[in-house]
């Protein structure tokens, strides 16, 4: 949409380097860095992408806001550009789908300047590159302050794994390690003194922080577990013969999201702590910061990885099939049980029991 079309428009005076180059301009320069893949048939350029005929489109969209997902003083921009697509091609990776095309919206603020965004920019096509998806268009428009980025992924997925095919006695498993994303925030809350007196390594340092900026979408993960068929497999006539039963993304915490599964399938998710996949970096962190790191992997956000459920005969070949194929350790960390009152529980290695806590909400 023009300026000029929209009567709301603010009256502000755009940053003077980007005027120069103005909205057009800005976008050209861009365009020029990202490459058209399959799947689609027109990219950026005229009023609307084209792509190719997909099998069962899936559509997912986040939004990044500036002061709310993310900090400019904390984070690099093209890091920016990498999260703001891996945390779309996670959700696309959840749905047992691969990402084809990327649409982005920014609202540019008066603390952006060019090369920010060509960096932003660089960092988005660095991602398309690795999940080979196209960023195919988008919306650009003026922010009075912050930041605000709009990202939507449009993938395609031969049979879509939703949160809703759970079944009662299904084990429940896990991608990668928990807590991490959330240490990695810790540090960054705490202050240079506070910091320097952790005495953490750079190696624990580095890892943790990396975890935070930069989650990996479990895409190569989501397809060799699905690839994974054969009898006995999948419970339902609609999804056909998968193992995976009903899958989602980690993005606000364990326990919380967990909840999404129980509710959406009508059963009580029961996770044993003690199998929590954390690793020492992190217990390292809560350590020396006086934090259980328990809380950071079963409420802490931003892990990204994936929490599946699965018919216990097809668990052993799911964990070893992605494990050989990605590198990624999958992790058995409880089961699926008759619904009851609370739709997570957690069950301590003494025999305690109790109903696990509120997942991250922005209100
Ligand atoms: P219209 O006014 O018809 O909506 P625009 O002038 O907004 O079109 O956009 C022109 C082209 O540039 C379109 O292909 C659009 O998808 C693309 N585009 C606009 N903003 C962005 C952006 N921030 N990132 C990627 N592509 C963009
Ligand atoms: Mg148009």
Not at 235 to 250: C, K, Y
Not at 306 to 327: D, I, K, N, S, Y
Request: aromatic share 4%; hydrophobic share 45%.
């Amino acid at each position: 949409m023009s300026a000029t079309d929209n009567p709301h428009q603010s009256g502000l005076t755009p940053p003077s380097t980007l005027s120069a180059r103005g909205e057009f301009g800005l976008i050209e320069s861009w365009h020029k860095r990202l490459r058209q893949r399959a799947g689609v048939r027109l990219g950026i350029g005229d009023d609307a992408a084209v792509l190719d005929h997909l099998q069962v489109p899936i559509v997912t969209c986040d939004c990044l806001i500036e002061k709310v997902h993310f900090r400019r003083d904390w984070t690099t921009p093209r890091a920016l550009g990498r999260k703001a697509i891996a945390v779309n091609v996670s959700d696309v990776a959840a749905m047992g789908g691969h990402p084809v095309a990327a649409f982005i919206s920014i609202a540019i603020g008066p603390h952006d300047d060019a090369p920010f965004l060509e960096q932003l920019y660089a960092g988005f096509e660095d991602m398309a590159a690795r999940y080979n998806l196209t960023i195919a268009g988008g919306d650009t428009a003026r922010s009075p302050a912050e930041l605000m980025l709009s990202v939507t992924i449009v993938g395609a997925a031969p049979v879509p794994v939703l949160r809703s095919g759970a079944q009662v006695g299904d084990l429940l498993l896990v991608t990668g390690t928990l807590g991490d994303a959330a240490a990695g925030l810790a540090l960054l809350q705490a202050t240079p003194a506070q910091n320097a007196a952790l005495g953490l390594t750079d190696d624990v340092r580095d890892y943790l922080l990396q975890r935070h900026h930069e989650p990996t979408p479990r895409l190569l993960e989501m397809q060799a577990a699905l690839a994974c068929s054969g009898a006995g497999l999948g419970n339902s006539a609609v999804l056909g013969a998968i193992p995976i039963t009903a899958a989602l993304d980690i993005s606000d915490g364990l326990a919380g999201d967990a909840a999404h599964i129980a509710a959406r399938s009508g059963v009580t998710l029961e996770i044993e702590v003690e199998r929590l996949p954390i690793t020492p970096f992190c217990r390292e962190a809560a350590t020396a910061l006086g934090v259980d790191a328990l809380d950071w992997a079963l409420r802490g956000g931003e892990d990204y990885e994936l929490l599946w459920c699965v018919a216990p005969a097809a668990a052993a070949g799911v964990m070893a099939r992605v494990e050989q194929a990605t590198g990624t350790p999958v992790t058995v960390i409880g089961r699926c049980r008759e619904a009851e009152a609370d739709a997570v529980t957690l069950l301590y290695p003494n025999g305690k029991r109790e109903r696990a806590g509120r997942a991250f909400s922005h209100f």
